[in-house]
Structures are given as structure tokens and as C-alpha cells.
């Protein structure tokens, strides 16, 4: 990776904001005022590189950076876990540095780039996900919805489950949750219109403990398959049921209950803001953010089916090319996928 900017940890904030907009800058190339040949990206992060969420977004950065879009030398640099407060001083501090061009925010902090968008009207902000508010502007919106994908994940349960009862565990029921949950359990209906269905969340982006309560409580009321979006197998492990992950592909966390992933895709989205950049400074194009939120079906490269691992073999005979048959017909439109948001009940 080139040389980037330090990060900006809750440490910094104890240093003072001309030492940290010190070593923010030290470094990275001065900015060019002719055609574009780099693009300095900083990243502001909710919960760290580890998690779906964000890991899903650098490996399409990773993949950005080898395509070298427009001829653009691609480089970034990512925060620790910030929010609130702290997470607007780092995205005033890093752009008043002058040294990044783009401000991805990558999670719900549009009210932070509402401080700050209008005093740097050449930086491109990005906000990502549920809960932010459309700005336009300079402010661009990437949402992600993966319900595609989990719905071909219900149809697996449905199909595969003995006791005919499936869990889900959430995180929060925020819009781009509950569309996956609900898109799971109408895969499953879909083939087995009599499926008793189980949900709860843990109400926290992180709670290993929680996650793994809830889990057990439905393993107790019969599920045999769970879709953990809470990020701990540990409860499949141990009564060796299988579980599906979310937004990455989760199966090295337990590669013997993992069967599949509703994955996160970035590229269409990094790519969009790249090209929205490309076109403000190279061919002077005012920025235009989305007011609403903009997002990539499954068509369009924007989530994907993580692969089974060999897992496929415990799943009942022609489930695998079932799916690939229901996500051809997702992809060349025969099949459309449900979007609900509600917040989903047990049935």
C-alpha cells in the first residue's frame, strides 16, 4: 500500500488539533490543482477493519486500487472506531489537512457532514447505510441491501431443515436489516409455505453474548438453521446446526457450520464515487449527491452468494443447483425479490 496518513485514533484527541493535523498531513503528497493522477480516500469507521461491514468495503477498495480507474494512483487510510463528537473533529481535521479528497464516513454520520460539507465544498463526502439524512451536495449516499442473497439463503433452509422451524438474530431493526430478514424468511416460505420462523436482536452492532442467548433460545424452540447477523456461531458449533453469515463471507469464523454468506459488494458503489470525483475535477462538473438512497441488486455486482466451503454436501440433494437456477432468474429479472423494511415478527 502506498504511504498514507496515520491513523486517526481517540488517543490523538488528547494531543491537541494542530498535532494531530500535523500528523495527518506528514507523509502524503501535496495536492495537485492539475488532471487528477491520485485519489487520497480517508475512512471513518464504526466498529474496526475486522468487521463485515467494513472489511466488505476495503477488499473493494483493494480491488479499486489494482483497476486503476481514470489512470488514478488509489490510496487511503482508515480510522479507528469513531462516532459522535469524535468522529466529526476527525473528518474536520482531516479535511482542513488538505491531503484527502474523498471523506468516507461509513456508517450513519450524516449529521457530522452537515457541520462540515459546505466549508469544504471540494472534498466529496460519503455517508453509508440506514439512518442518514440526504443532503445532496457534496454529500453522496451509499446504501447496501443484501436481501437478495439472503433470500436465497431462506430458500437453503427452507429446503434443508428437518424440524421445519429457522432463526434469524439481528443487530438492530434498521431498515437495511430488516429487508434481509425478511427477504430470508420469504425464501423459505417460498418452498415450504409452512415454515415456523424465529427472530430477535440483540439491539447493539456488537454483543457476542447477547447474540449467542438469543441464538440458543431459538436453537431451544426448535431451529435448526439461524441466520446470524450478530456475528457469533459459537451456540451452532456446539449443537452443530447450520448457520448462515452476513455481509461477509463468515466462514472462517466456523468453518464447520457456516454453510453460506450474504455478502456485501462495494466495487458498483466505490466505483460511483469515484467516477462523481472524476467528473468534478477532471471535467468540472458540479457534485450532485443522492437525497435518496442509491443502491446495487444483485444484477449489478451489488451482493453476492458467499460459496458453500464443501458444506453443500450436507444440504439434501440439488439444493446448490436450485439456487443457482433461482439466482439466474434473480439476476435476468424473472424472479424479484421482495423488499420489505418492516420490522419482522415470529410466526
Known amino acids: 500500500m502506498p504511504k498514507t496518513l496515520p491513523a486517526i485514533t481517540r488517543r490523538d484527541f488528547t494531543l491537541g488539533a494542530s498535532m494531530i493535523a500535523a500528523s495527518l498531513i506528514a507523509g502524503m503528497p501535496a495536492a495537485r490543482a492539475a488532471d487528477p493522477t491520485q485519489l487520497r480516500i480517508s475512512l471513518i469507521l464504526v466498529s474496526g477493519v475486522e468487521n463485515g461491514w467494513e472489511a466488505t468495503l476495503i477488499a473493494a477498495l483493494e480491488r479499486l486500487k489494482a483497476e486503476k480507474p481514470h489512470g488514478l494512483e488509489v490510496s487511503w487510510k482508515a480510522s479507528d472506531p469513531l462516532w459522535g463528537d469524535e468522529a466529526g473533529e476527525a473528518m474536520r481535521l482531516y479535511a482542513e489537512s488538505g491531503a484527502f479528497d474523498v471523506i468516507w464516513a461509513h456508517s450513519t454520520y450524516s449529521d457530522q457532514v452537515k457541520k462540515l460539507k459546505d466549508a469544504y465544498p471540494e472534498i466529496l463526502f460519503v455517508v453509508s447505510g440506514s ?25 437453503i433452509a427452507g429446503l434443508s431443515s ?9 443487530t438492530f431493526p434498521a431498515d437495511d436489516v430488516n429487508d434481509s430478514l425478511n427477504a430470508y424468511f420469504a425464501g423459505a416460505r417460498s418452498v415450504r409455505p409452512d415454515i415456523k420462523t424465529k427472530v430477535a436482536f440483540v439491539q447493539s452492532w456488537y454483543d457476542p453474548p447477547k447474540a449467542a442467548q438469543l441464538a440458543n433460545a431459538q436453537m431451544a424452540e426448535g431451529a ?14 456446539e449443537k452443530n446446526i447450520l448457520c448462515f453469515g452476513n455481509f461477509s463471507d463468515e466462514n472462517a469464523a466456523a468453518p464447520e457450520v457456516v454453510v453460506s454468506s450474504s455478502v456485501a459488494v462495494w466495487d458498483p458503489d466505490v466505483r460511483r ?19 435518496e438512497p442509491v443502491w446495487f441488486p444483485l444484477a449489478q455486482g451489488g451482493t453476492a452468494l458467499a460459496p458453500y466451503h464443501g458444506l453443500d454436501a ?5 439444493t446448490a443447483q436450485k439456487i443457482e437456477e433461482l439466482k439466474a432468474k434473480i439476476i435476468d429479472g424473472s424472479l424479484k425479490v421482495p423488499l420489505d423494511v418492516s420490522e419482522p415478527k415470529a410466526g
Open 273 to 291: 464515487i469515484v467516477n462523481a470525483w472524476w467528473a468534478h475535477k477532471a471535467e468540472g462538473k458540479p457534485y450532485d449527491g443522492n437525497k
Open 314 to 318: 450436507r444440504l439434501p440433494p440439488g
Open 131 to 155: 439512518g442518514n439524512e440526504g443532503l445532496g451536495g457534496n454529500q453522496y449516499w451509499a446504501y447496501k441491501r443484501v436481501h437478495e442473497s439472503a433470500y436465497l439463503l431462506g430458500v
Open 224 to 237: 435448526d438453521f439461524i441466520y446470524q447477523l450478530a456475528a457469533n456461531f459459537q451456540p451452532c458449533v
Open 162 to 170: 428437518k424440524t421445519g422451524v429457522i432463526g434469524a438474530v439481528g
